[in-house]
């Protein structure tokens, strides 16, 4: 039975992460863009053409915002853990060659109380058109976490113990990916006093739902005394590869007469939801109470003799997801010289859907346009679900392409953070 428990959380693993890893956040909107990871979430003022659907569609009603534009070839990928970093993971587990005590209750130490969290996002801008006032983007979305429960590591570490009680409950899992199909328009209107622009805008999606799977319940228990085995659990996976729904941003933007900075205000998938359907639940569950021969422990064929277990699957009932909801405030000014440009950005998540939550997230980046087929950008945040980010990233821009690249070191800087995100976009026209 321990063999296909452990395939079992195997596979709870290997479906989320690889579902998203293979299609690759990016992410929840807003999206992730080379310039946006560049500037660490700072840069709606900056996101003009087949970009401002992503961030804040009344952008195509400003004045710099381009005729035409087309963007493909781009990617935005995030991944991070609530725990351990590469410099940690390379000093304990590959260098060490033995694990003392003390390192073992160091590892425990670094988990948080629920477990080990992992929370892979990735994104991919498939196609992004827009002409004057119009935009449409066709966006790939996938967002997930897995969650490992504590006691796992523990049993792990110092190997069953008698009298301890292994609580398999925390095992917890969510992913999903869609499609989104956009079309956004923004109209300007002549801006009262106090103000040079002013631009209101909308993109309406049709959104396919590709693949949704999550645990749905899940309980257990690992219990060895002197002579008995005491364990139990039932674990329920609700997965789904047909869903479809619509949803709704709306945003304002405009520049004000006082040094003509930018402001823009976005409330993201204001209406966003997934009727997911044809679903089915896989259901897996395993008992065993009575005597144990220790002296066979160590042997596979024993150890699944052991135990009376079931694996079934069957229909589930039509469910609905919501896509990440959030409001988003921008500012964006020239300062200092007329080639460094300062972003603020405000982003609250409005509710709790695989990797998002509602911490808000505070960034600040600036752009330096010296060289101006080359600029150079470098950004941080506080707050959401990356907790703090430091950022740089750069562009090339040359008369009909532009290319952004942007990396982004989560929960710390070099091999001491806890998480990564990679962006890059192309765009063409402008």
């Known amino acids: 039975m321990l063999n296909k428990f452990n395939h079992f959380l195997v596979t709870i693993f290997v479906t989320f992460v690889l579902m998203i890893m293979s299609t690759t956040n990016t992410i929840a909107q807003p999206n992730l863009t080379g310039r946006s990871i560049g500037l660490a979430g700072a840069g709606s003022g900056m996101m003009y053409g087949s970009h401002a659907a992503g961030w804040n569609p009344a952008n195509l009603g400003l004045k710099d915002n381009p005729g035409f534009t087309a963007s493909f070839m781009s990617m935005g990928f995030s991944f991070g853990n609530n725990s351990f970093t590469p410099e940690y993971i390379s000093e304990t587990f590959v260098e060490g060659d033995t694990l003392f005590d003390a390192d073992k209750q160091d590892i425990l130490s670094n988990l948080d109380s629920d477990g080990f969290k992992l929370f892979p996002q990735v994104g991919i801008p498939i196609l992004g058109i827009s002409f004057i006032d119009y935009a449409f983007n066709v966006d790939f979305y996938g967002h997930s976490f897995v969650q490992f429960p504590a006691d796992i590591f523990e049993m792990a570490l110092y190997g069953p ?9 925390n095992f917890d899992a969510e992913g999903e990916g869609y499609l989104t199909f956009g079309l956004s328009a923004a109209k300007s209107f002549t801006p009262p006093d106090y103000f040079n622009e002013l631009s209101v805008g909308a993109t309406f999606k049709y959104i396919y739902g590709a693949a949704y799977g999550g645990l749905d319940d899940a ?22 590869t047909k869903g479809d729904g ?16 930018y402001f823009g205000l976005t409330l993201g998938n204001l209406i966003g939801d997934i009727n997911w359907t044809e679903a089915e639940i896989d259901e897996f569950s395993f008992f065993h109470d009575g005597p144990i021969d220790l002296s066979k422990i160590q042997k596979k064929e024993y150890i699944d003799s052991l135990f ?5 699957t069957y229909a589930a009932s039509d469910f609905t997801t919501s896509l990440p909801m959030y409001i988003m405030l921008s500012a964006s000014a020239t300062m200092l010289t007329d080639w460094t440009d300062f972003h603020f ?3 609250q998540g409005l509710n709790d859907s695989p990797a998002h939550n509602t911490t808000p997230k505070l960034s600040f980046g600036t752009e330096l346009n010296y060289f101006s087929f080359l600029p150079v950008r470098f950004g941080i945040s506080f707050g959401g679900l990356e907790k703090f980010q430091f950022s740089t990233g750069f562009g090339l821009d040359v008369p009909g392409w532009n290319m952004d690249f942007g990396f982004a070191w989560q929960r710390g800087l070099f091999l001491g953070v806890e998480g990564l995100t990679i962006g890059f976009t192309n765009t063409f026209g402008g």
């Open 161 to 169: 113990q008698v009298d301890e009680n292994y609580d398999l409950s």
């Open 308 to 312: 009376t277990d079931s694996d079934t």
């Open 345 to 347: 950005g405000l982003y």
């Open 219 to 240: 309980d257990g228990y690992i219990l060895i005394t002197n002579e008995n085995l005491h364990t139990e659990g039932n674990f329920k996976m609700i997965h789904s």
């Open 246 to 261: 619509v949803g709704l941003d709306l945003a304002v933007a405009g520049r004000t007469a006082y040094q003509d900075i």
